[in-house]
């Protein structure tokens, strides 16, 4: 059964950089899969951030393009989101998920992790 | 702003059957790209709950089921459940730009 968690701090100051690590368990990041991030903000609905493939290719929504940078390790089985430049409207509840290849559906999600932007 | 367009609420009575609708355009869903459906009790992280247009997950109950069909697609939930109050969103991709995935605006779904 693969497993997600994210990792990372809980409060970033404004015009700071959120950096979040999710962790794979139960199998391997290097599998036919892509790995997304995806965010909601407290009350209000999905946003999806990007993606990312073992091989390091990535794709970003466009809206977030300008500060994000998704990455893999593969010798830890991790992958990562970096988000630059940051206000309070970058607060939420930040996911990671594994994406099936091809039809993109996102099928183990992770607990999610909140993230506050505050001073 | 979301380009998938879901209503804010439904609600049925226990047994009855309810539709989500997700409305697209003919970048995303009416250019043929798959529908995903999703389930989010408030708190916990979303679950995939129908695959491209109208597949179910091992483990989901048949009484969910969903359909695509021009530039929308639809999530039926037959004989209602308490369990079943809750989210849903539908997912699909878009081709403007450089091409991302979307998420509908959600629906909230209320079991009288």
């Known amino acids: 059964q693969v497993q997600l968690q994210e990792s990372g701090p809980g409060l970033v100051k404004p015009s700071g950089t959120l950096s979040l690590t999710c962790t794979v368990s139960g199998g391997s990041i290097s599998s036919s899969n892509w790995w997304s991030w995806v965010r909601q903000p407290p009350g209000k609905g999905l946003e999806w951030i990007g993606e990312?493939?073992?091989?390091?290719?990535?794709n970003y929504h466009p809206s977030l393009k300008s500060r994000v940078t998704i990455s893999v390790d593969k010798s830890k089985n991790q992958f990562s989101l970096k988000l630059n430049s940051v206000t309070a409207a970058d607060t939420a509840v930040y996911y990671c998920?594994?994406?099936?290849?091809?039809?993109?559906?996102?099928?183990?999600w992770g607990q999610g992790t909140l993230v506050t932007v505050s001073s | 702003q979301s380009v998938l367009t879901q209503p804010p609420s439904v609600s049925g009575a226990p047994g009855q059957r309810v539709t989500i609708s997700c409305t697209g355009s003919?970048?995303?869903?009416?250019?043929?790209?798959?529908v995903h459906w999703y389930q989010q009790v408030p708190g916990t992280a979303p679950k995939l709950l129908i695959y491209v247009n109208n597949n179910r997950p091992s483990g989901v109950p048949d009484r969910f089921s969903g359909s695509k069909s021009g530039t929308s697609a639809s999530l039926a939930i037959t004989g209602l459940q308490a369990e079943d109050e809750a989210d849903y969103y539908c997912q699909s991709y878009d081709s403007s730009l450089s091409g991302f995935y979307v998420f509908g605006t959600g629906t909230k779904v209320t079991v009288l």
């Open positions: 990312i493939y073992h091989s390091g290719s990535t």
């Open positions: 998920a594994r994406e099936q290849a091809g039809t993109g559906q996102l099928d183990y």
């Open positions: 003919s970048s995303n869903i009416g250019a043929g790209y798959d």
